[in-house]
T-cell receptor
Framework: AQKVTQAQTEISVVEKEDVTLDCVYE???????LFWYKQPPSGELVFLIR??????QNEISGRYSWNFQKSTSSFNFTITASQVVDSAVYFC???????????????FGQGTILTVHP | DGGITQSPKYLFRKEGQNVTLSCEQN?????MYWYRQDPGQGLRLIYY???????QKGDIAEGYSVSREKKESFPLTVTSAQKNPTAFYLC???????????FGSGTRLTVV
């Protein structure tokens, strides 16, 4: 069975601070895909990034960066110089390969509520 | 623009009544999903459908029913058997889970 753990329930920072959201996953698949979604107060989940298990390169997109480490089964997300607009719930998710036992659905973590204060 | 439309945005129901939440997509995605979100519990899968006229139970299907008569539509009925239906409901679709989901904006259901 697959599992995603986001141990940080809530994080509160002051604007311009850097913040890292942790994600640890469990899977028996050798091929899998990891995702991060942002849920702003409006409610709709917004896709941020997708990473496959064979690509361990870190990725940077503007103020966002992601650190994927298979050795520790982690896929952490860092926001540099946080802004008030970054306040949201962030979800990490995991899917298995096409045709695998977990095919057909994503497994989500519990989510981390990030509040950025001005 | 392509996307997923959930309606209504807010819904109030009296105890003992069934209510149907609408989910329509024009993305030509085969797979569709319903999730329930409660504070502090993340997203829990209710039902999903990978193809028209077929659907599977998720982790918390009791008290819910779905249909998938058209590719574009995947309505969710919250029945009177659902003991605690007040929650935020999210619909999603996918061309394949390796690509992730596209989500609707959600329906907040309150039982009064």
């Amino acid at each position: 069975a697959q599992k995603v753990t986001q141990a940080q329930t809530e994080i509160s920072v002051v604007e311009k601070e850097d913040v890292t959201l942790d994600c640890v996953y469990e899977t028996r698949d050798t091929t899998y895909y990891l995702f991060w979604y942002k849920q702003p107060p409006s409610g709709e989940l917004v896709f941020l990034i997708r990473r496959n298990s064979f690509d361990e390169q870190n990725e940077i997109s503007g103020r966002y960066s992601w650190n994927f480490q298979k050795s520790t089964s982690s896929f952490n997300f860092t926001i540099t110089a946080s802004q008030v607009v970054d306040s949201a719930v962030y979800f990490c998710a995991l899917s298995g390969p096409t045709g695998g036992t977990s095919y057909g659905k994503l497994t989500f973590g519990q989510g981390t509520i990030l509040t950025v204060h001005p | 623009d392509g996307g997923i439309t959930q309606s209504p945005k807010y819904l109030f129901r009296k105890e003992g009544q069934n209510v149907t939440l609408s989910c329509e997509q024009n993305l030509n995605h085969d797979a569709m999903y319903w999730y329930r979100q409660d504070p502090g519990q993340g997203l829990r899968l209710i039902y999903y459908s990978q193809i028209v006229n077929d659907f599977q139970k998720g982790d918390i299907a009791e008290g819910y029913s779905v249909s998938r008569e058209k590719k574009e539509s995947f309505p969710l009925t919250v029945t009177s058997a659902q003991k605690n239906p007040t929650a935020f409901y999210l619909c999603a679709s996918s061309i394949g889970t390796v690509y992730g989901y596209t989500f609707g904006s959600g329906t907040r259901l309150t039982v009064v």
